[in-house]
Antibody, heavy 121, light 110 residues
Framework: QVTLRESGPALVKPTQTLTLTCTFS??????????VSWIRQPPGKALEWLAL???????YYLPSLKTRLTISRDTSKNQVVLRMTNVDPVDTATYYC?????????????WGQGSLVTISS | QSALTQPASVSGSPGQSITVSCTGT?????????VSWYQQHPGKAPKFIIY???KRPSGVSNRFSGSKSGNTASLTISGLQAEDEADYYC??????????FGGGTKVTVL
């Protein structure tokens, strides 16, 4: 059974760095074709893909946020971490950790429950 | 990459069929057969319902179907039911491992 769970702070001050952790089970990020992405959704707004890390440890970012994002993994702990620097109130959103199995193009087939992060002083 | 274009809302009566469109460009929707769709009920995480334009994951009702023509993908819900009332999002691969979502469509069952 595949599960993903996001964890991190609920409140972050502007200009600080946000660090979110995704802990997953039921699959291995070392398996060829496995990927984990971070996707966010501001309140009442649309989904936005942010970053992806794959089984080869290659990393990809939304171009408009690339300078502020870092995605990394710890395969021994089954965790993926997203860091976002210099946060702003517009970064207030629910952040989701999501799996893709690229070998069968099953894009975002399993989602975490989401972690609501508010950026405010 | 700009967001894919979806209608803000679509509505239909129970039993009817409705179609949600998702328009992109030749760099995303038109360039790859890698469009997926997600259903999101209020306060819940999205649910994966279509991938590779028209494939249904195991367990997803066959009332959901997908298609594509040129730069526009479509999700059709047939035999509309009250439980289908939700927000629907399309997503496309856009090359270089980039993904782009649509703005979302609110489906209302009258």
């Amino acid at each position: 059974q595949v599960t993903l769970r996001e964890s991190g702070p609920a409140l972050v001050k502007p200009t600080q760095t946000l660090t979110l952790t995704c802990t997953f089970s039921g699959f291995s990020l070392s398996t060829s074709g496995m990927c984990v992405s971070w996707i966010r959704q501001p309140p009442g707004k649309a989904l936005e893909w942010l970053a992806l890390i794959d089984s080869a440890d290659d990393k990809y970012y939304l171009p408009s946020l690339k300078t502020r994002l870092t995605i990394s993994r710890d395969t021994s702990k089954n965790q993926v971490v997203l860091r976002m620097t210099n946060v702003d109130p517009v970064d207030t959103a629910t952040y989701y950790c999501v799996r893709t199995y690229w070998n069968t193009h099953q894009e975002f087939d399993f989602w975490g429950q989401g972690s609501l992060v508010t950026i405010s002083s | 990459q700009s967001a894919l274009t979806q209608p803000a809302s679509v509505s239909g009566s129970p039993g009817q069929s409705i179609t949600v469109s998702c328009t992109g460009t030749s760099s995303d929707v038109g360039g790859y057969n890698l469009v997926s769709w997600y259903q999101q009920h209020p306060g819940k995480a999205p649910k994966f319902i279509i991938y590779e334009v028209s494939k249904r994951p195991s367990g997803v009702s066959n009332r959901f179907s997908g298609s594509k023509s040129g730069n526009t993908a479509s999700l059709t819900i047939s035999g509309l039911q009250a439980e289908d009332e939700a927000d629907y999002y399309c997503c496309s691969y856009a090359g270089n491992s980039i993904r782009v979502f649509g703005g979302g469509t609110k489906v209302t069952v009258l």
